[in-house]
Structures are given as C-alpha cells and as structure tokens.
C-alpha cells in the first residue's frame, strides 16, 4: 500500500515475533554499544512503516532477566516446587536421549511424542515433524496450530481441496465493495490489517461485523451484529436462503465452478430470514440488508476467525461463509475471496510441513502412499519406516492418560494454559516419565518439565514464516544467540544425533533445512518447490503455490476459476446447523467464550514478561452484560466466580453493553487460577479435532468485595 524504500545497512531488518501480519522491524541503536531499540520498518510491503503496540515492545521479553539461557534439570518430575539446577548441553542431550531411547524400548517407538507451536520458523516446523518420524519413529506429534486453524483448514480443504488461509492477498481488500468480518477482531489481533478495511471504507465499501461483542473492530463496521455464540450457521443459513430464493447468486459461476448446490438448498430451506429473526434475535431487515448488500456487490470479501471456528461446529460454520462467497461468485477475481485470518506468526506455515499428526510436508496426507514414497525419497528412508498418522493436540493428552505416551517433548508452546480443560492436561503432563521443554521462560507447562532447555527469540534465530496471506518470507538473524542458547534447528540436530539418527539431520544453517523442505514439499498442495532463499529475499516474499524455479507465485488463487478438487470445481456445503456441546440450563444459564486481547499473545509467556503490555492488562476481566449483573445483584467492587462443568475460578468484572446478553467473555492469556482454559470444554470436532474453546454452559455468581 506504500511505496517501499531499500533497506538501510547496519540496522538489522527483523519481523515482529507476534501475530500472523508479521510486521518489518529495524533494530536501531543511538550509539554502537548501545542497546538496540525496535522501529517499524518500511522495507517489508505487509505493513509498511506501522507496528502496533504489541510490535513496539516486542524486544523486551527478548532481554528479559527471567530468560533461560542454560540447561536446566530437576530430578523429579512433576509439579511446580522443585528448584532447577543448571546443566552443560552434552549431560543434558545425553540424558534426554537416553530416557527416550530406554522409553521406547520399554513401551514401543509411539511412547515418545512431540508438541510442536505456530511461532516456529517453517524450517523448525519442518525439522520437528521429521524428527518424530525419523529420529523418534513415533506417531504422536501434533501441535498448539490444531487449536487454531484445524477447522479453517479442513473446512477449505472440503470447499477448495486445498487450505491457504486467505485465498486473496491483502492489497486487494481495499478493492472490495462489500466485506464481512465473522468472529474476527482484528483491530486488536491484527492491528496493522485495519488500514486495509480502512482504505476499503474509504473506496466506498460496507463493512459488517458478526460478533457477540462489540469489539474494536466492530466500532470501525457499518453493520455490527450481534450474535450468540453457536449461532453462527443459523445466521448464514438465513442470508443464503434470503439470496436463493431472492435469485441473487450467481447463477452462471455456479454452473460453471461449483457442485452441491442442491444440497445446499434442501439445508437453508427451513431457514427463512423471518425465522432466523425468532432463533437469533437479529432483526429481519439487518439479515436480508446484508444478504442483498453481499450478494449484489461488485466485490466482495468473507474473513472469518477463531471466534466461530473454535467450536465443535466449527468447521462448518466456515463452510456456511465459504457458500456464501462461492454463491455470490465472489472468489478468484481482485477485491473478491474467502480468509481464515491466522492468529500466530506462522499460522500458516506452520500447518503445512509436518507438524499436523496425519501429515508430511506439503499437506500430503502421511497414509497416503504416494505421500510416502515421495517424502521418504527426500527424507532418504524407506517408506515403510515412517509410522502412521498420530491423534491430535488434546488428544495427546488422553494418550498419556492412557499410558500409551510416557515422554513428550514440548517446543515452542505452552499447552497447559492453552489447552481447553487443563486441569485434566495438568494431571497428563503429572504422568510422565519425562518431559522435555524447550522454551524462552519456564512457563506453565515447564513446572512439569524434567528438562527445560532455552529457546531462541525471534532476534536470534534466521528462517522463513508464512503470513496470513500465504507469503513466504524471510527473516535474518538479527542478534547473537544469548548464553548458552541454541538455534532450534541445531537443537532437533544434535538430539537426533544423540538417537542414532545424525544422519538425516545435518543441516549446516536454516537455508540448508528449506532447500530439503522445498524438495518435500514439491508436488504438494503447499508446494515451495520453486522458492529459494535467494528468491524470497529479492522478491519480499513469494506466495505458495510457486511449483517452479521460474514461477512468480500466487497472490490470488482460483483466478482461473479452477479449483484443487480432481474436476477443478469448489464443494458448495448444505449445513444443517447442529448445537454446541454444552447447552445452557437452569444451573449454567448463561455462555462463557474467550479470546485475545490487544495487548497481549497466546499464553502470555512473553506479552505476560513485557512491561508496558502488562500494566495494560494485568489480570484477565470477565466481561458481562448489565443485565446479568443486575440478575445477580453485582454491587461495584464485586468480583464473579464462573463455574463451569470442569471448574470454578473467580475473575474481576467489566459491565459492558456491548456484549451479548448471554455472554461472558474471558481473555485467555494467563496461567494456574488466572487461566479461563481451566474452565473451557474439551470436546472436539469429530473430524479437525478442534476443541469446544468458544462455547460453554455457566454459571455466574456474585464474589462479594472483602
Ligand atoms: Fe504487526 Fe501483529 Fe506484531 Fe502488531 S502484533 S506489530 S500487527 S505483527
């Protein structure tokens, strides 16, 4: 959107570590022993000159006193309480590989798994899948991304054949005439994504939000629904049946692009907006304005979230969107697409080399066996050494429950405060035989951990990402590794030696590890076939597909009007709306959802560790209608205590109007009683396993002030 300048040498040019937009950084210094200072950079063309606040003190956790910069040990496992005591890498690899290797000689190859994160680079994704399969030859890896993108992904892997998670780039949002955001608040997940809906608001557009809150983002919409969480196919189903039956698809794009639409119209028949009025509470004329509106626009735009994609119907609730833009001929053409808009840094890429328990790099489904053939080829092993598909992130958890997993090595992630129930993850995590954990702080999960090693920061560690749009990119080393750290990709190598396994893993940099990854990805529905380091560099990013060395990539994909299925043609889906797992009753009668905050990220362990973050947001507040305090006579000073069927916690109070009056919202960037994911549902999706993390039945009482 603005014209970008060359780089400046001797400033370290970095991205923010945070959200998927992945901004440019410049580290500047007043004097060359000074320490450097963080300034939006203008070289990366994403957000050129913009971070947020998030972006402004992203150096701080970096050089925060509490980092772990040596091997740490403790004897006994489990639980908060034990003191570390500090280790030289050699005793600690040597004893981690040894418990491993004596794990699976006691209870099989399978016992040891592995939690991979979304904030990884592509490259430590990459090598963590491979050391599972390889090093490990386990099946149970899976990562903290599954409670993100599972349901986008499937849900545009059924729709498409294929999961990128905006089909669209961002610059052609400010092309679109009509645009709807469903369970995305980007102006506080996404800050630097507004000025594109800003600059879309100023070409004219109609913004709408659908959101039980009225958020930040909300506040910027033409439209703002209000709805209740659960609710969303039901809501969707009342604007394609208002534009069927009102004949304002496009009929031609149909018939020429799609399949299901039969079925799609037995499914929104009992749906009538008038009747979708009486279920949700939205006013008839707001679902056939925007029905109309969307459908009739030149261009248009869906961008949905985790609002309605974390729930057991999440993955239909975006295929009901995905209708919606395929319906109105709203995909493949500029100003016009359908985007799961990724919540971590490397959302995206993340999903796609490894990580995920049924798949290997490039998308390719691990039971697949030409998948293997061709992955084993690159890997150079034969193919029926490589294990089969594993369970997912939670369900990682029941495996240790049942004794089927006794070591799990955690990378990059914090899944006690981001898994939902964790009360139960805890008691898993309790169980094991060893625990490893690699990471910046001692965390939450850490507490548990045998071993906890120190990760490298974003400054200190080179690879690419894959932003939200599918771009992949590269970012340099920026600062010297501190201590006695250890580039991941160095880490995965050196414990992979200490197993035997050495050879599949010398790498001697990160471009190494792409070059492979490239390679095994080629073919692939996520194929970086075609990209170099050198590549990526001189073009700012290349976006995937790019099969071939010559090949410019995809910004925009479905442009032919071609899709990833075998008769190129999208899957129009007939959703027959289904209830959450938890209904509301007369001793949990009100819904409890969660989510981020501006000023914080994911678990917290960073934003948590950040000065001028933290007094922004120092505890989590539940956030509930006036009407509720009302009904539980809330006096001011009061705080709330939410019980749910899995816990109980007591949280500080913040009255809004803005909120559905059935709703209480709880961010979820805090750890042990401060942790709503105490309170959360762990039932999953029967088919992306995501869990149950927006809806839940609870209960709301007044805690008197003392
Ligand atoms: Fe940019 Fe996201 Fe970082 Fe904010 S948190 S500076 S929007 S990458």
């Not at 890498?89 to 592995?114: C, K």
């Not at 261009?299 to 295929?319: D, K, M, S, Y």
């Not at 959703?575 to 949990?588: F, G, L």
């Amino acid at each position: 959107m603005v014209a970008m300048q060359a780089a400046e040498p001797n400033r370290p040019h970095t991205h923010c570590c945070y959200c998927s937009m992945q901004c440019g950084i410049e580290l500047v210094r007043s004097a060359p022993d000074a320490a450097p200072t963080v300034k939006a950079s203008p070289h990366f063309p994403v957000a050129t000159g913009r971070l947020c606040q998030k972006g402004m003190h992203a150096m701080a956790h970096a050089v925060h006193p509490e980092r772990v910069l040596a091997p740490m040990r403790r004897q006994q496992a489990a639980g908060p309480g034990e003191a570390w005591s500090r280790a030289g890498w050699e005793e600690a690899l040597d004893d981690i590989a040894a418990r491993m290797l004596s794990i699976q000689e006691r209870y099989g190859r399978d016992a040891v798994s592995v939690f991979g994160g979304g904030s990884l680079t592509n490259e430590v994704c990459y090598l963590l899948g491979k050391f599972a399969r390889v090093a490990l030859r386990s099946r149970y890896i899976d990562y903290n991304g599954r409670y993100c993108m599972s349901s986008a992904a499937a849900a545009q892997m059924r729709a498409f054949g294929v999961d990128r998670g905006m089909s669209l780039p961002l610059d052609d949002i400010p092309l679109a005439k009509y645009i709807i955001l469903a369970g995305t608040n980007i102006a506080e997940c996404q800050p630097t994504m507004v000025p594109y809906i800003l600059a879309a608001k100023k070409n004219g557009a109609i913004v709408v939000t659908i959101d039980p809150r009225q958020t930040m983002t909300a506040k910027l919409a033409d439209i703002h629904v209000s709805l209740q969480p659960g609710f969303d196919s039901v809501f969707v189903n009342g604007l394609l049946h208002h534009i069927v039956h009102g004949g304002l698809y496009d009929q031609a794009y149909v018939a020429a692009h799609t399949n299901g639409l039969a079925e799609l119209r037995d499914a929104i028949a009992p749906f009538p907006p008038d009747r979708v009025s009486l279920y949700t509470g939205i006013p008839v004329e707001v679902i056939r304005t925007i029905a109309a509106g969307f459908a009739r626009a030149e261009t248009g735009i869906v961008l949905t979230a985790r609002g309605l994609e974390q729930q057991v119907n999440g993955v239909e609730h975006t295929l009901n969107y995905i209708n919606l833009c395929l319906l109105t001929g709203k995909m493949g053409k500029p100003g016009c697409g359908f985007g799961a808009v990724t919540g971590q840094a490397n959302g995206q890429g993340g999903r796609e080399h490894g990580q995920k328990a049924d798949q290997l790099p490039g998308y390719r489904l691990i039971e697949d066996p030409e998948a293997r053939r061709h992955v084993a080829g690159v890997w150079g092993i034969d193919p029926d050494e490589l294990p089969g598909k594993g369970v997912s992130a939670y369900e990682l958890f029941g495996k240790i429950h049942d004794g089927k997993i006794k070591a799990m090595l955690v990378l990059g992630s914090n899944p006690l405060v981001s898994s939902p129930n964790s009360a139960r993850v805890a008691e898993a995590l309790a169980k094991l035989e060893l625990l490893v954990v690699v990471d910046m702080f001692a965390t939450e999960t850490a507490a548990y951990a045998h071993w906890l090693l120190p990760g490298s920061s974003f400054l200190e560690a080179e690879g690419t990402l894959t932003n939200l749009e599918g771009r992949v990119f590269h970012r340099e080393k920026a600062l010297p590794s501190p201590g006695e750290t250890m580039e991941d990709f160095r880490l995965i190598g050196r414990l992979a030696e200490k197993l035997g396994r050495g050879r599949y893993f010398r790498f001697d940099s990160p471009e190494d590890v792409f070059a492979e990854l490239a390679r095994a990805s080629a073919g692939g529905k996520a194929d970086y076939g075609g990209m170099t380091y050198a590549r990526i560099k001189e073009r700012q990013g290349l976006f995937w597909p790019c099969p071939a060395e010559g090949h410019p990539g995809t910004p925009r994909m479905f442009a032919d009007g071609r899709f990833e299925h075998p008769d190129g043609r999208a899957r129009l889906h007939g959703i027959v709306p289904q209830k959450p797992a938890e209904t509301t009753d007369r001793d949990y009668p009100y819904i409890l959802t969660t989510g981020r905050l501006g000023n914080h990220y994911l678990s917290g362990a960073q934003t948590r560790r950040t000065e001028g973050l933290l007094k922004k947001a120092p505890v989590p507040v539940a956030e509930l209608h006036p009407s509720v305090a009302e009904r539980i006579r809330l006096r001011h000073g009061d705080r709330v205590r939410l019980t749910t069927r899995r816990g109980s916690l007591v949280f500080d109070v913040k009255l809004s109007a803005d909120i559905h009056p059935t709703t209480v919202f709880v961010p979820f960037h805090w750890g042990g009683e401060q942790s709503v994911n105490a309170l959360t549902n762990d039932a999953l999706h029967p088919v992306s396993r995501m869990p149950e993390f927006k809806v839940c039945a609870v209960r709301v009482e007044r805690e008197a002030a003392e």
